[in-house]
C-alpha cells in the first residue's frame, strides 16, 4: 500500500509540475507548426507521387517526434531534481527503488501523452484528416512509446552530471532518433526506394521507427504500406519498454 | 535501569510541563515500570568504528559514537570536517566503506528500509519542489513514508503550525524566503513520527534573525516532542546553544564529545584578552615572570587560556608597565565552544562557502556529491 501511495505521489507531482508550466505547453506548439504548416507544404509540392497529402504523411511522424522531444526532456529534468536537491528526499523515502522509477516515469510519460493529445487536435484545426477512432487507437500506442524513451531520458540523466550536457542531448539523441525514424521521409519499407542501404540499416535499430510506422498505420490506413506489420511495431515497442525499465531503474537507484 | 530511566522520568516531566498537559503522576509511573522491563533499551545511534573513504581520501575515520534516545547530540567541525558524510550514512544515502551504524537498532547496510523509516532528514541543501506549494510538498511526503491517508490533514496542520506557515500553506514554494523554506523542511521532517531528526546544517546561510528563529522552532521541539535530534554545524554558537551533548570533529575524527559546559571546563579558565601594540613582547614577558606558557599572539592583540583569570589581570597589567609596554584594553571572557575548539585543533574553525554564496553558485552546492 505504501508503494502504491508512493507511487501515486510521485506521478501527481509531475503532472502537476508539468501542468503548472504554461509557458511550456503553449510554446511546444511551435515546433510541431513549424514541422506540419511550413517544411510539410514546402516539400508536399515537391513530393507529388504519394496518395495522400504530405502533411498527412508526416503528422504520425510529428506525434512522433512530440512524443520522442518531451519523453527524453521530462526524463532528464531529472538532473535539475538532483541540482536542486530535490532528488534526496525522494531517494531516501522508505519505498523500493522500482516505486521510484515508475512513479517518476509514469508521471512523466502522462506529460509526454498529454503533450501528443495536445499534437493531435492542432491536427484537426489544421485540417488533417483524423478520426475519433483514430484517437482511440493511438493513445495505448503514444502512452507505450513514451514508457521507452522517459526510461532512456532517465537513464542518460542518471549518468550525467552537470546541466551543461543538456544540451547535447538534443544533439546527440534527440535529432538523430528523429532523423533516423521515418518521421519526415521514408527510411525504409516499400517507399523508401532510393534510400541507401545504411540508412535502412540504422533505421531497422531506432525504437522510434516503429512507433511512427504504427501511427502512420492508423492514420493513413489503407492509402499506405505499411514498412512491418502492425503486431510486429508493437512487439517492438514493448521489448524495447521492458528493456529500458529494467535499464533505467538499476541505474537510477546506484548508490554509492 | 540505569540513566536511561532517570532520563525518560525528567523528559516526561519536562513534556507533561511543556504541554501544559496535567502533571501526570500515573503517567511517569507506568513509564518508569516500562523501563524496568524493558532492560536493554538501545541507544537512539550507535556508529561501529564507521569508515567512508572517497578515491583513497579518508571523510571519515572509524567513527564510534552513542547518542542516547531523547538527546540533542551536535556534531560540530570546520567545512569538511565528515559531518555531511557521517550524517549521509546514518541517513542511508551513502554506503559506509567499512564498520556499519545502527539507528533505532537498525543496522543502517542491512536494514536501510526500516532505518529510513524511523528518521526524518533536514539536508544541508534545499529538497522542496519549488513548483508545488508548501502542503503539497508535505503531502507528498507523508505519501512517501507511508503516513495513512486519514491521519494526513491532522498532521500537517500540526507540524504547519509548529513552524508557523499555517498561512503560507497554500502558496507555491518559489514564493517562500530562505527561511521559510527552512521551516517548511524542518515541519517535513517530523510528519512521519520519526525518532530520529537529522539537521544538517540547519541554519547554513540564513541570517541572524532568521537563525534564532529556527534555533527556537528546535528548542521547542526538543520540549515537545520525544524525539533524538543529531545536529551538524560549524556554528559554535549553534552546537552550544541547541545541544546536550558536543562531538566535535576534524578530520573524519572525533577529537572531543562531551556536554557544552564541560567542555568548556576541560579548558580549565577564562579567556584573557590583551589589547597591547607589542603583543610579542609580553608574550616572552609573561612566560618568564609569570610562568605562563601557551599565550597566541595576534595583530595587536595576545589571549590566553588561564584558570581565575580576573585574579590574574591585574598581574599582567602590573608586569607589563613594568617591562614599559603599552596596554591598551582587557577584557576576561568565559571560555566558548571556539575556545574549545581552538584547544583541541590547535587552529580556528575554518569558515568559508556555504553562507557566502549567492545565486546560481550557491544552487550548484545544492546538487548530491
Redesign the interface.
Known amino acids: 500500500m505504501t508503494e502504491i501511495r508512493g507511487f501515486y505521489t510521485l506521478w501527481l507531482r509531475e503532472v502537476k509540475r508539468y501542468l503548472r508550466d504554461r509557458v511550456r505547453i503553449v510554446s511546444s506548439f511551435v515546433q510541431p507548426l513549424l514541422w506540419l504548416v511550413i517544411f510539410g507544404t514546402g516539400i508536399g509540392f515537391s513530393l507529388q507521387n504519394l496518395k495522400v497529402s504530405f502533411q498527412q504523411y508526416i503528422f504520425p511522424g510529428i506525434i512522433g517526434q512530440t512524443l520522442l522531444f518531451t519523453s527524453m526532456f521530462m526524463g532528464i529534468s531529472v538532473i535539475w531534481d538532483r541540482e536542486f536537491g530535490f532528488l534526496k528526499e525522494i531517494l531516501v523515502a522508505p519505498i523500493s527503488g522500482i516505486s521510484i522509477f515508475l512513479g517518476k516515469m509514469f508521471g512523466d510519460s502522462t506529460d509526454a501523452v498529454i503533450q501528443g493529445v495536445l499534437i493531435f487536435f492542432l491536427g484537426l484545426l489544421l485540417g488533417i484528416r483524423l478520426t475519433a477512432v483514430m484517437f482511440l487507437e493511438m493513445l495505448p500506442i503514444m502512452l507505450l512509446t513514451t514508457f521507452g524513451l522517459v526510461s532512456l531520458g532517465l537513464t542518460i540523466a542518471s549518468f550525467i552530471e552537470n546541466l551543461e550536457s543538456f544540451g547535447a542531448i538534443q544533439s546527440f539523441v534527440n535529432l538523430p532518433l528523429f532523423f533516423l525514424s521515418g518521421a519526415l521521409f521514408p527510411v525504409n519499407g516499400v517507399y523508401a526506394v532510393s534510400v541507401p542501404n545504411w540508412l535502412r540499416i540504422v533505421s531497422n535499430f531506432n525504437p522510434l521507427t516503429y512507433s511512427v510506422d504504427a501511427l502512420r498505420t492508423i492514420v493513413l490506413g489503407g492509402a499506405w504500406r505499411p514498412v512491418y506489420p502492425f503486431y510486429f511495431d508493437l512487439l517492438v515497442i514493448c521489448g524495447f519498454d521492458i528493456c529500458m525499465i529494467i535499464i533505467g531503474t538499476i541505474s537510477f537507484n546506484r548508490r554509492k | 535501569m540505569g540513566n536511561t530511566s532517570w532520563w525518560r522520568l525528567v523528559s516526561l516531566f519536562h513534556y507533561s510541563v511543556a504541554s501544559t498537559e496535567k502533571f501526570n503522576l500515573r503517567k511517569i509511573f507506568t513509564s518508569l515500570l516500562y523501563c524496568e522491563v524493558d532492560f536493554e533499551m538501545t541507544d537512539a545511534i550507535e556508529t561501529i568504528d564507521l569508515t567512508k573513504q572517497f578515491n583513497g581520501l579518508t571523510a571519515v575515520d572509524k567513527l564510534n559514537i552513542k547518542v542516547e534516545q531523547g538527546e540533542v547530540f551536535g556534531l560540530l567541525g570546520p567545512n569538511g570536517a565528515g559531518k555531511t558524510t557521517t550524517i549521509s550514512m546514518l ?5 559506509p566503506t567499512s564498520g556499519t551504524a545502527k539507528v533505532n537498532g537498525y543496522d543502517v547496510v542491512k536494514n536501510a ?2 532505518v ?2 524511523s528518521i526524518g ?1 533536514v ?1 544541508q ?8 506549494t508548501g502542503r ?1 510538498n508535505l ?3 507523508a ?4 503516513v495513512p ?1 486519514s491521519e494526513q490533514n491532522a498532521k500537517i496542520d500540526q507540524v504547519l503550525k509548529l513552524v508557523e506557515l499555517e498561512a503560507r500553506a497554500n502558496d ?1 514554494m518559489r514564493t517562500y524566503s530562505g527561511g521559510m523554506r527552512r521551516r517548511l523542511e524542518i515541519a517535513r521532517g517530523l510528519i512521519h513520527y520519526p525518532k530520529v531528526l537529522f539537521l544538517d546544517e540547519p541554519t547554513i546561510g540564513l541570517d541572524p534573525q532568521t537563525r534564532e528563529h529556527i534555533w527556537s522552532y528546535i528548542q521547542e521541539l526538543k520540549h515537545t516532542h520525544e524525539i533524538t535530534m543529531v545536529l551538524t554545524t560549524h556554528y559554535m554558537e549553534e552546537a552550544d546553544k541547541l545541544s546536550d551533548r558536543v562531538g566535535i570533529i576534524d578530520y573524519g575524527k572525533i577529537i572531543a564529545l562531551d556536554t557544552p559546559s564541560k567542555l568548556k571546563e576541560a579548558l580549565q579558565g577564562d579567556v584573557v584578552i590583551i589589547k597591547t601594540g607589542e603583543p610579542e613582547k609580553l608574550s616572552a614577558v609573561i612566560a618568564k615572570d609569570l610562568n605562563i606558557q601557551g599565550a597566541r599572539v595576534s595583530e595587536g592583540s595576545l589571549e590566553l587560556t588561564v584558570p581565575r583569570g580576573k585574579v590574574l589581570l591585574p598581574k599582567i597589567v602590573d608586569v607589563a608597565t613594568r617591562h614599559g609596554i603599552a596596554v591598551d584594553a582587557v577584557s576576561v571572557r568565559e571560555p566558548s565552544l571556539e575556545d574549545v575548539f581552538i584547544h583541541f585543533t590547535g587552529r580556528e574553525i575554518r569558515v568559508e562557502g556555504g553562507s557566502e554564496l549567492h545565486g546560481l553558485a550557491a ?2 552546492r ?3 556529491k
Do not use: V, W
Request: charged share 35%; hydrophobic share 35%; glycine share 2%.
Open positions: 541517513c542511508t544515502i551513502l554506503r528500509n526500516q529510513r523509516k532528514i539536508f541543501d534545499p529538497s522542496i519542489d519549488d513548483r508545488l503539497e503531502r507528498m511526503h505519501d512517501l513514508y507511508g491517508p507555491i544552487i550548484r545544492r546538487a548530491i
